[in-house]
């Protein structure tokens, strides 16, 4: 399995071998569906908390006495119906979202998804990409030749969650260079989940051959898909 490798001003350079068990994996919905959302759950914010009667203020004196007013009983002003009162099955941040997933299967879904993406003609191989100093031009210049390839037009005028770019490493000049445009993500290869390769459009992947050792390496890698 071979791909074509561009440079970052879009000519083809050369081609790469690509890993059977990352890029040839069948597609697996009921996988990805259950990774994708255990990884949101995990990243949800627990904040919204209400207070039942026995945390809110007020007096714990019987309102009225039970019998002979002709109203209704009523035993607390902190009850749930009283104005004021406690809420009754209200969110509670003590409450856990979290869902364990095992490494295993992150990594297969992971595998799926990249699969599926490269079938889909939406991931690109840049054999580097170097900048001496942060510019938002150079990095608006990238972005345009890569629109120039086939298949990745709608790269340059996608308005949301066009791109990633994923590195081998940390570049700061890359990252800045990148951070004024609101449709393009800088993310280190090891770093990358399902979330993000499904959020974004298309995958530039940068220096391919040393990307496949890291994901091989940082990831666990599944089962022979033979």
């Not at 790469?16 to 990884?39: I, M, N, T, Y």
């Amino acid at each position: 399995m071979e791909s074509k490798v561009y440079n970052q001003k879009g000519k083809e350079v050369g081609k790469a071998k690509l890993p059977e068990a990352v890029f040839g994996v069948p597609w697996s919905a009921d996988l990805v569906h259950q990774v994708a959302r255990s990884l949101a759950s995990n990243a949800r914010m627990n904040t919204a908390h209400t207070k039942n009667r026995g945390e809110v203020q007020g007096t714990g004196k019987k309102p009225w006495q039970q019998k002979g007013t002709g109203r209704a009983r009523h035993g607390s002003r902190r009850s749930p119906i009283w104005r004021h009162g406690g809420v009754a099955f209200g969110p509670r941040n003590e409450r856990n979202f979290t869902q364990k997933i095992n490494k295993k299967m992150s990594a297969k879904a992971l595998w799926v998804v990249l699969s599926r993406k490269l079938t889909d003609k939406e991931i690109v191989f840049l054999d580097e990409l170097t900048m001496l100093a942060p510019k938002s031009k150079e990095a608006r210049n990238i972005i345009s030749a890569l629109g120039g390839i086939s298949g990745f037009e709608s790269l340059p005028t996608k308005k949301k969650n066009a791109a990633c770019v994923l590195l081998t490493q940390k570049n700061q000049a890359v990252e800045k260079s990148f951070r004024n445009f609101g449709n393009v993500a800088v993310r280190e290869i090891r770093n990358i989940n399902v979330a993000d390769a499904l959020r974004y459009k298309y995958l530039v992947i940068v220096n391919p051959e040393k990307s496949f050792k890291i994901l091989l390496k940082e990831k666990i890698t599944p089962p022979d898909v033979s």
